[in-house]
């Protein structure tokens, strides 16, 4: 069975692995001993992965078939396994060396003279070295937090920098101060939806757009619904600034009356449902926020696919910075807005099962609490 290695970005390599484990379903996520390296196993295309890495905003690159050493060990073994790996798995054209360093540098090894040495290794095979444009790199991450070198064919380009920044919310031409961040929303998109072709995302509460937005440039069918005017023409603005030529639609309409809302043609195919609820005043009049959730979770599951996910954020109070791991089921925290224990039961009284649940410190005053749910099938 092929084993590949996920390299993962370092701002919430806890979220990242879920965002993979969706992007590739197929594949067996295990946790190695560092924070941004996740192997994975099981039977996956290189279609499949570079359409993941595509979508992804968690995930650097994929190595495929990847050799795993630890730097105590020593360095012929590793070059004389990579030489037998480059026969095992050759490709045909120009190739460079890509390196990756996590977590620092690590000690006693030198980066540049392993990817000098690789070089030379793949020149001996016969690949044309090109730096600039290859059409294979072979990557390595040194990583520094386990003391791990992971090398294969890369998917994807493994640039520390995963292009976001370029569609911060402050640079929108429709700005809220609330906003999500291109990388939480992207997160958040592809963990509800899965792979890209699935089914479609449906962004409950657009508000400015920042979850349409992230769904569109990944190339899904994409929808989102909001009651206030305002907001759908500021979100228009938004998408037609970030990409112009996007099918996306944007929907006037109530979240909790989706089948009225959302073309038939989309009715069971909503594979992800997304959702940031607005809080202190909102167009649904009396509701408060917890009947707002609850009837939200009613409608979307009239229109959900049959395995279809969603990923709700709630503001909460600090609960500190946990970028590594899940939140435990028994962690206490308070939510700026209603009590954690009326939000359980909505979700389960409403057909949906919580899968987990992560937070992200967004500053001294704020934290966000980041839950995902999956549908349960109905009789």
């Known amino acids: 069975m092929a084993s590949h290695v996920a390299s993962l970005r370092g701002w919430h390599p806890a979220l990242a692995r879920a965002e993979v484990a969706s992007l590739l379903p197929q594949a ?3 946790r190695l001993e560092s924070r941004r390296l996740v192997q994975l196993e099981g039977d996956i295309s290189l279609e499949q992965m570079h359409t993941a890495v ?48 996590h977590e620092g540098k690590m000690p006693g090894v030198s980066s540049r003279e392993f990817a000098r040495t690789i070089g030379g290794i793949l020149s001996s095979q016969g690949y044309p070295i090109d730096l600039e444009s290859p059409e294979h790199r072979l990557g390595m991450v040194f990583d520094a937090s386990a003391g791990i070198i992971a090398c294969g064919w890369m998917v994807g380009s493994g640039d520390d920098s995963d292009g976001i920044v370029a569609r911060r919310a402050t640079d929108r031409p429709f700005f809220k101060p609330v906003s999500l961040d291109p990388r939480l929303a992207r997160l958040a998109v592809n963990v509800a939806s899965g792979p890209r072709d699935s089914g479609a995302t449906l962004d409950l509460m657009t508000g400015t757009g920042g979850f349409v937005l992230e769904a569109a ?24 600034w970030a990409m112009p030529s996007s099918e996306a639609k944007l929907l006037l309409g109530d979240a909790t009356q989706l089948p009225e809302v959302i073309p038939s043609h989309a009715h069971k195919r ?3 449902f997304v959702l ?28 959900a696919a049959k395995k279809a996910g969603l990923v709700l954020i709630l503001p909460m109070h600090p609960f500190g910075e946990f970028p590594d791991e899940a939140l435990e089921d028994e962690a206490e925290f308070e939510l700026l807005h209603g009590q954690w224990s009326e939000i359980k039961s909505t979700f389960n009284k ?8 992560w937070v992200e410190h967004v500053h001294a005053s704020l934290g966000r609490l980041i839950l995902h749910a999956t549908i349960v099938p109905q009789d």
């Not at 992804?56 to 078939?65: D, E, F, K, M, Y």
């Not at 609820?277 to 599951?301: F, K, M, T, W």
């Open 54 to 101: 595509e979508c992804a905003s968690g995930c650097q690159a994929l190595l495929w078939n990847a050799i795993l050493w630890k730097h105590e060990e020593d360095s012929t073994a590793f070059y004389e396994h990579l030489r037998t790996y480059l026969e095992a798995y050759p490709r045909t054209g120009s190739a460079a060396v890509r390196s990756m360093k």
């Open 270 to 272: 909503i594979a992800g």
């Open 28 to 30: 067996k996520l295990i």
């Open 276 to 303: 940031d609820p607005p809080y202190g005043r909102n167009s649904q009049g009396s509701l408060d926020h917890a009947e707002l959730i609850e009837a939200v979770l009613h409608s979307s599951r009239k229109v």
């Open 217 to 240: 440039i990944s190339n899904r069918e994409t929808y989102g619904v909001d009651l206030d005017p305002f907001m759908i023409e500021g979100a228009q603005k938004n998408l037609d």
């Open 350 to 357: 409403t057909g949906w099962r919580i899968e987990q649940r």
